[in-house]
């Protein structure tokens, strides 16, 4: 992995994304650090709110920015409120974007709430407003949205696979100011849906959740969750993994693995079961990028840096119950039995210095970040990258974005900020 040699105007993180024609498309998130637990209710002050739709060309280098408050984009307040929150859910289908949920303040009321909204983004015409601010079009002519409390999550996940539902997987309902001792109402299932898009009018099938009853196993949020493979009687399938999460009731971290099938039908193995696997490290959400191979018919996920229970000091694993951020990386393997290990990879974020705040600090990042992949790699659904095509060193994409924090373990706002920085990362496969 190494720095590229371009970057975003602002940073960003906990934000979604796109790709469309070689070039990447990022909205929501925020653009300070990580949060605080002050008692003043400014722990998510609105001014750090992300306004800005980015898109950016890896070939040309180019960063082209214009505001959901422009003049031209004939968005109402609502809309903005909903397209700058934290932390929604957000997956591509074809040339669509769509969004759930998330958390931010109605400027209406001044309540800070999760919003029960479903957005639907034409791509590649929301680039061409991006791109082109002296040319006629609005914004709103490419966004469409609807309300449903099904959509009402933020530190969720969502995704579909071909004709599947759409999974909005675990998350949580957080309302009113983000203070210490706070939670959220864990949605505990998978809540699943049939969006309804001709292009035009949007509409949603709500379909039962599963389980059926709330499972606290699934009380989880700000989780990695992935798509992977699998292959069972004779044909491939997708599914999706829930690696880690956080918090389990007494406020620590998931480690036991949750399987989603595509049709939405949760599992967990049993965490008293000595022979069940427990995830160690990188166990926040941060920039993830799958590999499968069909040779060995197995499924590789690699999870950059971020915040992590887990994690090595001069060679020696140690854990910390404040939760630090690394730079290490892990890649988790899972054979064609759901058996999963995890690696401590040899390379991890290039060092670079702060500049300012713990000035000389070693930068951390990863956390609330997002893996672009290259064009110019094969894949399978979900960008899940094509392993054995990859025969010699192959730039495989970017991470873009998240926090860099000057600390493992922050104490003041000023310890952490958004990342404008976008890493080059490279795959060199084993001989």
Known sequence: MKVADFTLPNGIHSFVEAAHDGKWLFMTGRTN?????????????????????????????????????????????????????????????????????????????????????????????????????????????HI???????????????????????????????????????????????????????????????????????????????????????????????????????????TGVWTVPVTISGTGHPHMDNPDNPETFKQAMNQYVCAAIGLYSKETREMYTILAGGISFGFFDDGEFETDEEFPFINQITTIRRNNDNQDAQFLMANEYPTILSPGSNLGNTLLFGAGAA??????????????????????????GHIVGGIQSTLPNTNVASDSSASQYIFEVSLIPKR
């Not at 100011?177 to 706070?182: D, S």
């Not at 292959?231 to 399938?237: L, V």
């Not at 110019?376 to 060193?393: A, F, G, M, P, T």
Request: overall charge neutral; hydrophobic content about 30%; cysteine-free.
């Open 144 to 250: 469409r949205q609807l309300h449903n409390p099904v959509f009402k999550v933020t530190g969720g996940y969502m995704n579909r696979s071909s004709g599947e539902p759409t999974l909005l997987i675990f998350g949580q309902d957080f309302e009113g100011y983000y203070l210490h001792g706070g939670d959220g109402d864990y949605t505990e299932q998978v809540r699943r849906f049939y969006i309804k898009d001709d292009g035009k009018k949007l509409g949603v099938k709500v379909l039962p959740s599963k389980p059926a009853e709330q499972d606290p196993n699934y009380r989880r949020r700000d989780l990695n969750v992935v798509p992977v493979i699998h292959r069972h009687r004779g044909k491939y399938h997708n599914d999706f993994v829930a690696y880690a999460g956080v918090f389990t009731p007494t």
């Open 371 to 396: 893996f672009m992949r290259s064009d110019d790699v094969e894949s399978y659904e979900h960008d899940i990258l094509k392993l054995d095509r990859i025969k010699e060193k192959t730039v495989i």
């Open 33 to 141: 650090g990580m949060h605080t637990f002050e008692s003043d209710q400014n722990n998510f002050p609105p001014s750090s709110q992300n306004l800005l739709i980015y898109v950016v060309d890896p070939k040309t280098k180019q960063v082209f920015t214009r505001a959901l408050d422009d003049p031209n984009s004939g968005l109402s307040q609502e809309q903005i409120d909903s397209l700058s929150v934290t932390s929604a859910q957000g997956y591509q289908w074809k040339k669509r974007l769509y969004i759930t949920g998330g958390y931010g303040i109605e400027t209406s009321t001044g309540n800070y709430t999760t919003f029960d909204i479903l957005t639907a983004v034409d791509v590649p015409g929301l680039m061409h407003w991006v791109m082109n601010p002296n040319k006629p079009g609005r914004a709103v002519d």
